[in-house]
């Protein structure tokens, strides 16, 4: 024991925990003397609040029944100051083998407990700081998981825990800018795709008005030209016909002037039948007198004559008939040739007539050889124009295939900025101009030419004659 009192504090207990006696380790460490504790009860030494436990009554229960006990104890010196005891109590037996007293050997362990106490003070402090950022940042964390880019954190943090808080709320801040200008850029992007949209199907309908103008402007040039180019052909023909004709004009007037001169051999010759026919109608009176002075000698020879006056009388008969006939001849003669000097008036005038005829003939020709040059200009003029229509049909079918693919293009980009739109648009960055900015991202008035391109002068290409030209128009 006087070893043991060398190194640890002792002291020694009745049954009931009244103090005996105690070395100076012990009194040292507790702060008493001896003689303020010898008696008192070892409750001295204790919170009162332990002391009036059920354990604490258990653990000398335990000491009179022979039972040691050795752990850690936390007791109170002099004055109230903590003490830690690394200690074990220890049943003494008398010599009926039953305990007489129990003795306590303690080491003070006081700032090793405290040091302990501190630092699990410390760690206990430096977890619930943890825990507390923990706890902040995953607020924080699911606000903006939530869109909330205002999510700050504005609890009191100290050390490494407020540069983690300062750091979080400058990566917010930095991300609230980004999106803001993401936003403003979704807003300008969205309302570029809306325009671009509308006046892809603006541009889409008009090319597809052009495309059918356009045709039905080729299918009646196609008339137009094959209508103009029967008239050329019908012109054409006309000038043969006319040439025919002027021809034909040609040889009528020189069978008329043959004519002519056909009938002023008839009138002469119907002169000279005239002048015969008087000879004869002399001849007839001559022979009409010898018959008759033939009649009177053969009535004078009496019988003998009368054979012979027979012959008279016939003679006369024939020579009266042949006067009779040259007579009517002579008259047919004199009309005939009356209706011949009416035929060679007649035909004189025909000539003439035809005369003039040819000469109008001839400038007809003319005129339908001009009608026909005409026409034909018209003609090849015509199939150039339908040529290059043709080309600009074609040149606005490939447009408008374009057009489409472009208003696919601008239809593809529209869903995909009011895609973009609707997923930053979750987001709240805190400033008002964003709640109107989203609001106005979800509708863009439709119809008509965007207000981007009303005013605008917009460069038309055209295919004509084979080759390009530029043209200015306005919507």
């Known amino acids: 024991m006087a070893a043991i009192s060398r190194s640890q504090a002792v002291i020694e207990f009745d049954l009931d925990g009244h103090i005996l006696d105690a070395n100076d380790n012990l009194l040292k460490t507790m702060g008493y003397s001896l003689e303020e504790i010898r008696g008192q009860h070892h409750r001295t030494f204790m919170d009162p609040a332990e002391a009036a436990s059920s354990a604490y009554a258990d653990f000398w229960r335990d000491l009179n029944a022979g039972r040691f006990v050795a752990t850690k104890f936390r007791?109170?010196?002099?004055?109230?100051?903590?003490?830690?005891?690394?200690?074990?109590?220890?049943?003494?037996?008398?010599?009926?083998?039953?305990?007489?007293?129990?003795?306590?050997?303690?080491?003070?362990?006081?700032?090793?407990?405290?040091?302990?106490?501190?630092?699990?003070?410390?760690?206990?402090?430096?977890?619930?700081?943890?825990?507390?950022?923990?706890?902040?940042?995953?607020?924080?964390?699911?606000?903006?998981?939530?869109?909330?880019?205002?999510?700050?954190?504005?609890?009191?943090?100290?050390?490494?825990?407020?540069?983690?808080?300062?750091?979080?709320?400058?990566?917010?801040?930095?991300?609230?800018?980004?999106?803001?200008?993401?936003?403003?850029?979704?807003?300008?992007?969205?309302?570029?795709?809306?325009?671009?949209?509308?006046?892809?199907?603006?541009?889409?309908?008009?090319?597809?008005?052009?495309?059918?103008?356009?045709?039905?402007?080729?299918?009646?040039?196609?008339?137009?030209?094959?209508?103009?180019?029967?008239?050329?052909?019908?012109?054409?023909?006309?000038?043969?016909?006319?040439?025919?004709?002027?021809?034909?004009?040609?040889?009528?007037?020189?069978?008329?002037?043959?004519?002519?001169?056909?009938?002023d051999g008839i009138r002469k010759s119907s002169d000279q039948i005239s002048d015969i026919i008087g000879v004869i109608d002399e001849i007839a009176f001559q022979t009409n007198l010898l018959a008759l002075n033939a009649g009177v000698e053969a009535a004078r020879a009496g019988e003998s004559g009368r054979g012979f006056a027979v012959v008279a009388s016939e003679v006369r008969a024939l020579a009266q008939r042949s006067a009779e006939a040259a007579k009517e001849i002579k008259t047919l003669i004199s009309a005939s040739a009356v209706e011949v000097a009416q035929g060679v008036k007649l035909v004189g005038e025909a000539g003439t007539a035809l005369a003039a005829i040819a000469g109008k003939v001839g400038e007809m020709d003319a005129l339908v050889a001009e009608i026909a040059a005409s026409a034909q200009e018209q003609s090849s003029g015509l199939s150039q124009v339908n040529q290059a229509v043709n080309q600009m049909d074609q040149v606005t079918q490939q447009n408008a295939a374009m057009v489409e693919q472009t208003t696919a293009a601008a239809a593809n980009l529209k869903t995909e900025a009011e895609g973009l739109a609707q997923l930053v648009g979750r987001f709240r960055t805190g400033a008002e101009a964003n709640a109107g900015m989203v609001r106005r991202l979800a509708v863009t008035p439709r119809g008509g030419p965007p207000p981007a391109l009303e005013g605008q002068r917009v460069r038309l290409r055209a295919v004509v004659n084979g080759g390009l030209s530029e043209e200015w128009t306005e919507f």
Do not use: C
């Not at 003795?103 to 700032?111: P, R, S």
């Not at 902040?136 to 100290?158: F, N």
């Not at 196609?222 to 052909?233: F, L, M, N, P, Y």
């Open 75 to 263: 007791r109170l010196a002099k004055g109230g100051g903590e003490v830690w005891l690394q200690a074990s109590y220890n049943p003494v037996m008398g010599p009926d083998g039953r305990p007489a007293k129990v003795i306590k050997l303690a080491v003070d362990i006081t700032a090793a407990e405290q040091e302990a106490a501190r630092r699990e003070a410390e760690r206990l402090s430096a977890e619930a700081a943890q825990n507390a950022l923990v706890e902040a940042l995953a607020g924080s964390l699911a606000r903006l998981s939530d869109g909330d880019m205002t999510a700050h954190i504005h609890q009191e943090m100290s050390g490494a825990h407020g540069r983690v808080k300062d750091d979080f709320n400058s990566a917010v801040d930095s991300l609230r800018q980004t999106l803001g200008q993401v936003l403003a850029s979704v807003s300008g992007l969205r309302g570029g795709s809306d325009e671009i949209s509308s006046a892809s199907d603006d541009l889409s309908r008009r090319t597809e008005q052009q495309a059918a103008s356009l045709e039905e402007t080729a299918a009646a040039l196609d008339e137009i030209t094959a209508t103009v180019q029967r008239s050329a052909e019908g012109a054409r023909r006309a000038a043969t016909v006319a040439g025919e004709a002027r021809g034909e004009t040609d040889r009528s007037g020189e069978v008329v002037r043959e004519a002519v001169a056909a009938m």
